[in-house]
Nanobody
């Protein structure tokens, strides 16, 4: 079973919205709650870039390119992290990855979910 499982990607027109979800099914509640979580994205030929992060204490940061359009949130009781993406642009097209920095264990990645925004 995967450590992190993403869902919610797809094809959307510019200006539309998508909500990505990431579940950590193998985490126990205390481990997930203590983890820093984030969403990254990657396009072919480019390095993976940070989109949004939410720490265990709920400090939040966004890439400048998505501020005001994307919202990251987490539900520790469900071991889930979300990325609400509004006003999508073609340049948001990428594979989006869920990231977890798990205390005393290390970094984990999901398998990625494709987001395609058509103009």
């Amino acid at each position: 079973q995967e450590q992190l499982v993403e869902s919610g990607g797809g094809l959307v027109q510019a200006g539309g919205s998508l909500r990505l979800s990431c579940k950590a099914p193998r985490n126990i509640f205390s481990v997930f709650s203590a983890s820093d979580m984030a969403w990254y994205r990657q396009t072919p030929g480019k390095e993976r870039e940070l989109v949004a992060s939410i720490s265990s204490t709920r400090n939040i940061d966004y890439a400048d390119s998505v501020k005001g359009r994307f919202t990251i949130s987490r539900d520790n009781s469900r071991k889930m992290v979300y990325l609400q993406m509004n006003s999508l642009k073609p340049e948001d097209t990428a594979v989006y990855f869920c990231y977890q920095n798990r205390p005393n264990s290390g970094i984990y990645w999901g398998q990625g979910t494709q987001v395609t925004v058509s103009s």
